[in-house]
């Protein structure tokens, strides 16, 4: 079964932190993306990392970036919080086409909080 | 730039029935098509991938069509349960497999026992 992992369920922040938000992939995809999900606008692509050290901004990159040393592995962060960043912070990963199932699978969410 | 939208954005339904979701997507030049189901406060979970190439992809009650020509996808449900109560959404890859995935909204369906 393919697992995408992030490392907090939960997590509560004060204004001017910096956060990190990682994620885990153990299925070797290529891919990796960070969204986040608000009520009333759904999914918004935040980064794009198509290979190691590669991203791509995707459409609300302002106050965040990303980081990616190891392929399995696509860190989001946040380099100083602020309470319109608080929201449902999604991570996903997938296969480039090498005869292989492109499906795009997700982590369980990291509820993000800034107080 | 690529907008998926869906269509409509909340359906409520008695059991038993056969309903029809709707997305449509503005570029045609697309990879691949993918459904999810959401549930409230969960991660996404992946239904059906429909290959650009592809007309349709079918599991279990579930059956997704695919026109890319027109820009537009179905998600099929037939004898629907409560438990099929979830949010859906439909999101489209770029021209390669290395590329952005956009979602539509979601349409919130609601299964009346």
């Known amino acids: 079964d393919v697992k995408v992992t992030q490392s907090s369920r939960y997590l509560v922040k004060r204004t001017g932190e910096k956060v990190f938000l990682e994620c885990v992939q153990d299925?070797?995809?290529?891919?990796m993306f960070w969204y986040r999900q608000d009520p009333g606008l759904g999914l918004r692509l935040i980064y794009f990392?198509?290979?190691?050290?590669?991203?791509e901004k995707g459409d609300i990159p302002e106050g965040y970036s990303v980081s990616r040393e190891k392929k399995e592995r696509f860190s989001l962060i946040l380099e100083s919080a602020s309470t319109n960043q608080t929201s449902m912070y999604l991570c996903?990963?997938?296969?480039?086409?090498?005869?292989?199932?492109?499906?795009?699978?997700f982590g369980q969410g990291t509820r993000l909080t800034v107080v | 730039k690529q907008e998926v939208t869906q269509i409509p954005a909340a359906l409520s339904v008695p059991e038993g029935e056969n309903l029809v979701l709707n997305c449509s997507f503005t570029?045609?030049?697309?990879?691949?098509l993918q459904w999810f189901r959401q549930d409230p406060g969960k991660g996404l979970t992946s239904l059906l991938l429909?290959?650009?190439?592809?007309r349709e992809q079918t599991s279990g009650r579930l059956n997704a069509s695919l026109d890319k020509s027109s820009g537009r996808s179905t998600l099929y449900i037939a004898a629907s349960q409560p438990g099929d109560s979830a949010t859906y959404l439909c999101?489209?890859?770029?021209?390669?497999?290395?590329?952005?995935?956009?979602f539509g909204s979601g349409t919130r369906l609601s299964i009346r026992p």
């Open positions: 429909i290959q650009s190439s592809q």
């Open positions: 299925m070797d995809h290529e891919n």
């Open positions: 996903a990963s997938s296969f480039q086409d090498r005869g292989l199932n492109t499906e795009a699978f």
């Open positions: 990392s198509y290979d190691v050290k590669m991203k």
């Open positions: 999101a489209v890859a770029g021209y390669s497999s290395a590329s952005k995935i956009i």
């Open positions: 570029d045609s030049a697309i990879y691949n």
